[in-house]
């Protein structure tokens, strides 16, 4: 399965009138109740998560969990993630989800408030499928619904 399976399935399931599962981590509250209501406003389904150890247990990625499992790879069809976050960074939650049998297929959004280029460059290089500067604002979440859905 390449990049553009995964999009496809999201814009599938946009063609059925399912809401994309989308899951949110952020460790602040502010930020991620911010994404939450701009995906929500998109006719997205949101779970959020305040950390990248929170994300990866909700996605059966944890430490005590198997990674080859395939049962968790239909949880989620886009994870949005901030970058600096305390323990595990945004860059470290994006590497152990495309390291994943289950899960690597899945798009994976990096957003930070900080325009670092090459943060931003190592970012794309590791599999992300953007990189968004915060604050996000609804035009932000339209368009990535837009490249999500137009990748084929």
Same mark, same amino acid.
């Given at each position: 399965?390449?990049? =553009? ?41 949101? =779970? ?7 994300? +990866? ?11 080859? +499992? @395939? =049962? ?26 495309? @390291?994943?049998?289950?899960? *690597? ?31 996000? *604002? ?9 490249? +999500?859905? =137009?990748?084929?």
């Amino acid at each position: 399965m390449d990049a =553009t399976s995964s999009s496809s399935s999201w814009k599938g399931m946009m063609e059925q009138g399912n809401e994309p599962h989308v899951l949110a981590v952020d460790d602040n509250i502010i930020d991620r109740k911010i994404v939450e209501k701009l995906l929500k406003n998109s006719s997205c389904k949101v =779970t959020t998560a305040e950390n990248g150890l929170r994300a +990866l247990e909700y996605l059966g990625l944890g430490n005590d969990q198997d990674n080859s +499992l @395939e =049962t968790s790879g239909s949880k989620v069809n886009l994870i949005i993630t901030d970058y600096c976050m305390p323990g595990m960074t945004g860059y470290d939650l994006l590497k152990k989800v495309k @390291e994943s049998n289950a899960m *690597k297929e899945v798009p994976v959004v990096i957003m930070s408030s900080e325009n670092i280029p090459t943060r931003i460059n190592k970012c794309l290089e590791e599999g992300a499928q953007m990189f968004m500067l915060k604050p996000l *604002k609804q035009s932000d979440v339209k368009k990535l619904r837009c490249q +999500l859905m =137009t990748r084929s």
